[in-house]
């Protein structure tokens, strides 16, 4: 059996609502053991028998599907790498010490680090990491320039978290 972080992307966003509860209940009666939730957007830790990435995912977002009706995007990590998006996130905080943080998680492995960077531009510092892009904003979020579209054009499926949100699914949840 295999812990995994499922991050979703775009939950209880709009028409896209899926409450916590119902998804837990629905991923339960799927199988997934240890299923827990941290807030409304769509943070789970599971246990899983299914080892393969591309396979587990596949059989979350089909559970999802079945059971809402829309599709739901999920970026998965081991407990080792949920916590090293999170060091690398407060590294970078340490160093950079923006008015805001956030971080697209990615899906896969960052291939073209050097054409995450090239989307930074004034004010908005856009940073590869192994598994994330990280945005050190001197703006809030919504303001910015540089969007997750446009981030996901370079790495393909991402899910956003704040700094504080990061942290905290690290601390509970990570190696």
């Known amino acids: 059996m295999a812990t995994w972080i499922a991050l979703l992307r775009a939950v209880n966003v709009g028409k896209r609502q899926y ?25 789970v830790v599971l246990d899983s ?3 393969d990435r591309v ?17 739901v995007p999920v970026v998965l990590l081991s407990p080792e790498e949920l916590s090293q ?7 970078l905080s340490d160093q950079h010490g923006p008015t805001s943080h956030y971080i697209a998680i990615t899906a ?7 054409s995450v960077t090239a989307l ?8 590869p990491g192994l598994r994330a892009v ?7 979020f919504h303001e910015a320039k540089t969007t997750l ?11 956003v978290r704040n700094l504080n949100v990061t942290s905290t699914l690290a601390a509970k949840w990570g190696a």
Not at 55 to 64: P, R
Not at 120 to 127: A, I, L, Q, T
């Open 149 to 159: 579209p446009m981030i996901e054009k370079v790495v393909g499926v991402a899910t």
């Open 108 to 114: 896969q492995a960052i291939s073209e680090p050097e």
């Open 120 to 127: 930074s531009r004034e004010g908005e510092v856009v940073v």
């Open 19 to 43: 409450p916590m509860a119902q998804l837990r209940e629905a991923l339960g009666a799927a199988g997934f053991t240890g299923v827990q939730t941290h807030i409304q957007t769509g943070n």
């Open 134 to 140: 990280h945005l050190l904003l001197n703006k809030s």
């Open 85 to 91: 998006v999170a060091r690398e996130a407060r590294q």
């Open 55 to 71: 396979e587990l995912t596949q059989a979350l977002e089909n559970v999802m599907l079945a059971d809402r009706g829309f599709e």
């Open 49 to 51: 028998t299914l080892t």
